[in-house]
């Protein structure tokens, strides 16, 4: 049985940060693409940054690119996202995802994940 299970969301002001963490069991963790997505009130889940678990190749949307951080712990089987510089337009429910096939050129598109987390709210107050 596949888990994941993220934490960390919260709200925050205009520029502020949060860590999202992602704890992934039931799994072989290496090689795994692990992605983290997000969807906004009324719209479609898009996607955001991705990484080879166990790996060093990380991927990011151009949406977040520079403000978000991936790293993981690969001892805990859990990745983190640090989100920094946040926007009111960055609200939305924060899911991750494990892409058993790894991460090819389909790493930031949600159909191609097999195994999703519940979800984290990250809202950002203007």
């Known amino acids: 049985q596949v888990e994941l299970v993220e934490s960390g969301g919260g709200t925050v002001p205009t520029g502020g940060s949060l860590r999202l963490s992602c704890a992934v069991s039931g799994h072989r963790y290496s090689g795994a693409c692990i992605g983290w997505f997000r969807q906004p009130p009324g719209k479609e889940r898009e996607g955001l940054a991705a990484l080879y678990a166990g790996g060093f190749s990380t991927y990011y949307s151009d949406l977040v690119k520079g403000r978000f951080t991936l790293s993981q712990d690969s001892a805990q089987k859990t990745v983190y996202l640090q989100m920094n510089s946040l926007k009111p337009e960055d609200t939305a429910m924060y899911y991750c995802?494990?892409?058993?096939?790894?991460?090819?050129?389909?790493?930031?598109?949600?159909?191609?994940?097999?195994?999703w987390g519940q979800g984290t709210q990250v809202t950002v107050s203007s």
């Open positions: 995802a494990v892409r058993t096939l790894g991460c090819n050129s389909l790493r930031l598109s949600a159909s191609s994940y097999d195994y």
